[in-house]
C-alpha cells in the first residue's frame, strides 16, 4: 500500500474563493499532502495525461482528484471519463465536489467511477464539515500500488 502522505492532490476548481476554502479545510482536517490546483478542465488534464494525452507521464504516481463540474473550458464529466478510461489513472480517486444535486447527474459520475459525490453546500460550515470528512477520508484511503 502506498503512503497516504505521498499523495498529491488534484484540485480541479474554477471557483477562487472555493479553492482556497477546500485547500484551508483539508489542512486544517490534517492533510498536509502537496495539492496542485487547477481552474480549468485543458492544463489539468495536461497535468494528469502528458500533453499526448497518454497518462504516462503519472504512472505510478498516487494522485486523489478532487473535480468540480462545472469548469469554463469543459464539464468535470469529460474529466472524470477521460481519467477512468485511461490504462494509468483508471484506479485514480476522484471525488466530486460541485454544487449540482441532480440525481442523475449524481449516478452518472458514480457510473463512470467516481468515488465520492459531495455537494458544496451554501452554507459555509456545512461546507467546511463536508471537507473535514474529506480529510478523514484521505487518512484512510487506500491508494493501488505504483507497478
Not at 472555493?18 to 481552474?39: C, D, M, P, Q, T
Not at 502528458?50 to 497518462?55: A, E, I, L
Not at 473550458?73 to 480517486?93: F, R, Y
Amino acid at each position: 500500500m502506498t503512503d497516504a502522505s505521498s499523495v498529491t492532490i488534484v484540485m480541479i476548481e474554477d471557483d477562487e474563493g472555493h479553492a482556497r476554502l477546500i485547500e484551508k479545510n483539508i489542512r486544517r482536517a490534517g492533510v498536509s499532502n502537496e495539492i496542485k490546483a487547477f481552474a480549468d478542465g485543458t492544463t489539468a488534464l495536461d497535468f494528469l495525461l502528458g500533453p499526448d494525452r497518454s497518462g504516462t507521464v503519472r504512472k505510478g504516481e498516487a494522485i486523489l482528484i478532487l473535480l468540480d463540474l462545472n469548469l469554463p473550458d469543459m464539464t468535470g464529466i469529460d474529466i472524470l471519463k477521460a481519467v477512468k478510461l485511461n490504462p494509468h489513472l483508471k484506479a485514480t480517486p476522484i471525488v466530486v465536489l460541485t454544487t449540482t444535486d441532480d440525481q442523475r447527474e449524481i449516478e452518472r459520475c458514480y457510473e463512470l467511477g467516481a468515488s465520492v459525490y459531495i455537494v458544496k453546500p451554501v452554507n459555509y460550515d456545512n461546507f467546511a464539515h463536508a471537507i473535514r470528512q474529506l480529510g478523514l477520508f484521505f487518512s484512510v484511503i487506500k491508494i493501488p500500488e505504483a507497478h
